[in-house]
């Protein structure tokens, strides 16, 4: 069965500090891969995206991701967070199909940053 | 690029009501989905369209909801007979059709509340 497991429910992290949000995927083939970000009462913004090629992933708001394929893993990573990346952060995979927007998204991680 | 559109932001009724949430896509986007929402979980695709063609259902979609996007413009979500478990926010995103590398972009949702 497909699957897209975020293994951290919560992460609290002090402003300024390293960030790492896991995101593993049970796929028949290597999806397309998204992050996005959920701030409360609000939709959600893409941060980053892989489909091929390099993989690590640059993002928006500093942040990258690292597909690893022997892994089936797409960490996202940021070096120093800033107190506005709290928020709810999600992994998603698409299928390399027409139908590539009908996205399945891990459950989140609510990222808490402390001062 | 005014962004997608939903209307209304929240919207409380009593179970056995019937409910219609609008969503505006991005003008140029000919795709339209829509996703749910519950606390503490990843948005759960729906449906989509491409121009005025639902292409798609999950068989999350029951009966009682319907989706339709007559002039392939804006999208209307129905649901009858509400139930305690539609309870959930109602996610609508669009994007370019052709193009895996145009994202998702999502609105702000549709918070529903059946008491």
């Known amino acids: 069965a497909q699957s897209v497991t975020q293994p951290d429910i919560h992460i609290t992290v002090s402003e300024g500090a390293s960030l790492e949000l896991r995101c593993n995927y049970s796929y028949g083939a290597t999806p397309y891969l998204f992050w996005y970000v959920q701030s409360p009462g609000q939709g959600l913004q893409l941060l980053l995206k892989?489909?091929?090629?390099?993989?690590l992933v640059q993002g928006i708001k500093g942040f990258e991701a690292e597909f690893k394929r022997s892994q089936s893993s797409f960490n996202l990573r940021k070096p120093s967070v800033h107190w506005s990346d709290a928020a709810e952060y999600f992994c998603?995979?698409?299928?390399?199909?027409?139908?590539?927007?009908?996205?399945?998204f891990g459950a989140g991680t609510q990222v808490v940053v402390t001062p | 690029d005014t962004g997608v559109s939903q209307d209304p932001r929240h919207k409380i009724t009593k179970r056995g009501q019937n409910v219609t949430f609008r969503c505006d896509p991005i003008s140029e986007h000919n795709r339209l989905y829509w996703y749910r929402q519950t606390l503490g979980q990843g948005p759960e695709f729906l449906t989509y369209?491409?121009?005025?063609?639902?292409?798609?259902k999950s068989r999350l979609l029951s009966d009682r909801f319907s989706a339709e996007r007559p002039k392939g413009s804006f999208s209307t979500l129905e649901i009858q007979r509400t139930e305690q478990g539609d309870s959930a926010m109602y996610l609508c995103?669009?994007?370019?059709?052709?193009?895996?590398?145009?994202?998702?972009?999502f609105g702000n949702g549709t918070r529903l509340t059946v008491t």
């Open positions: 369209f491409q121009n005025e063609a639902q292409l798609e």
């Open positions: 995103a669009s994007s370019r059709q052709s193009s895996y590398n145009s994202p998702l972009h």
């Open positions: 892989y489909f091929s090629g390099d993989t």
């Open positions: 998603a995979v698409g299928a390399r199909t027409d139908s590539w927007g009908k996205l399945q």
